[in-house]
């Protein structure tokens, strides 16, 4: 087990902006990776960002252009700038260390809830 622990969710309003943080403590052999997903009830979950080691990044069309992944290797922190939230962005936010753009261990997620 990986534990990621996340952070910064809320309440927000339509237009406004939220940092989602995950924490991972440790480091595991073959991870190179960390993504943020989202998912509503009733709703697969969907990839959102994410970025490698290196520092690739990949984004949903979605958000483009609305959130930035980054992180922080020396704090085993990636983060997830929200701007200009949407009703449509509200979920459950999930944090993935990957393998390869493929989620390996799950956090154990934060609300995001966008009210109109």
């Known amino acids: 087990q990986v534990p990621l622990v996340e952070s910064g969710g809320g309440l927000v309003q339509a237009g406004g902006s939220l940092r989602l943080s995950c924490a991972a403590s440790?480091?595991?052999?073959?991870?190179?990776?960390m993504g943020w997903y989202r998912q509503v009830p009733g709703k697969q979950r969907e990839v959102v960002a994410q970025?490698?080691?290196?520092?690739?990044?990949n984004y949903a069309d979605s958000v483009k252009g609305r959130f930035t992944i980054s992180r922080d290797n020396a704090k085993n922190t990636v983060y997830l700038q929200m701007n200009s939230l949407k009703p449509e962005d509200t979920a459950a936010y999930y944090c993935?260390?990957?393998?390869?753009?493929?989620?390996?261990?799950w956090g154990q997620g934060t609300q995001v809830t966008v009210s109109s």
């Open positions: 970025i490698t080691n290196g520092g690739s990044t």
């Open positions: 440790g480091r595991i052999f073959s991870i190179n990776g």
């Open positions: 993935a260390a990957e393998r390869n753009w493929s989620p390996a261990y």
